[in-house]
């Protein structure tokens, strides 16, 4: 089974898409901001992040760009409330795959990881 990890400092959103991984047959481990996300992709192999922006401690571009540099090359899903272009733009120049705002539907959250990881589970 594929691998998933959820980085956001809501339990909330947190818990909402794990839920969602794993009722759609994924493993599924979540951290709480950036920093929780670079030493849990340091010990762990992700098939694939789903990352906030607005986090404490290290926001989720600072955590992608930091991924990135460790030369990671797992598909990051950006799921965010932040709309504008701009943040658009950093989050991809940041070295996110996918760029997504909240609130997503379950299954077009699960087309959009299926994609990104081949379509495999």
Known sequence: MKKVLVVDDSPVVRSFHINILK???FIADDAID???ALEKSLKEDYDL???DINMPKMD???FIQRYREMEKETPVIILTTQEQEIQRNKGYAAGANLFIVKPVKPADLILHIKLLMGGEQ
Do not use: F, K, Q
């Open 60 to 62: 989720g571009l600072t």
């Open 23 to 25: 009722t759609s047959g």
């Open 34 to 36: 950036g920093m929780d």
């Open 49 to 51: 992040i789903l990352c």
